[in-house]
Nanobody, 124 residues
Framework: QVQLVESGGGLVQAGGSLRLSCAAS????????MAWFRQAPGKERDVVAAISKSGSTYYADSVKGRFTASRDNAKNTVYLSMNTLKPDDTAVYYC??????????????????WGQGTQVTVSS
């Protein structure tokens, strides 16, 4: 079992920045592929960014060049740095952990553990 706790969400103006953190407990984070998903009201929960055990990254087209996923295995924490935020980025952001061997960054069903989510609101 691994427990994930997100933090760092909040209200920010368009063009601003936020950094989300996802702290893991229970097992070493190095054992997991990690991802950030988001879900806006009335929409599906979609992957925003993912980072493999080896540090490879994936980004949704909508956030490429603006968001950066990183991990600090020593701190058992993953991060999502978000810059040039837009109102369309408003959503609840979730981190997720995949214990699998093969990395499928966009496969929502492949993630074994989820955090409770943190709200990000971008005002225009």
């Amino acid at each position: 079992q691994v427990q994930l706790v997100e933090s760092g969400g909040g209200l920010v103006q368009a063009g601003g920045s936020l950094r989300l953190s996802c702290a893991a407990s229970g097992r070493p984070l190095s054992n997991y592929h990690m991802a950030w998903f988001r879900q806006a009201p009335g929409k599906e929960r979609d992957v925003v960014a993912a980072i493999s055990k080896s540090g490879s990254t994936y980004y949704a087209d909508s956030v490429k060049g603006r968001f950066t996923a990183s991990r600090d295995n020593a701190k058992n924490t993953v991060y999502l740095s978000m810059n040039t935020l837009k109102p369309d980025d408003t959503a609840v952001y979730y981190c997720a952990a995949d214990f699998g061997t093969v990395w499928f960054p966009t496969r929502r069903g492949g993630y074994d553990y989820w955090g409770q989510g943190t709200q990000v609101t971008v005002s225009s």
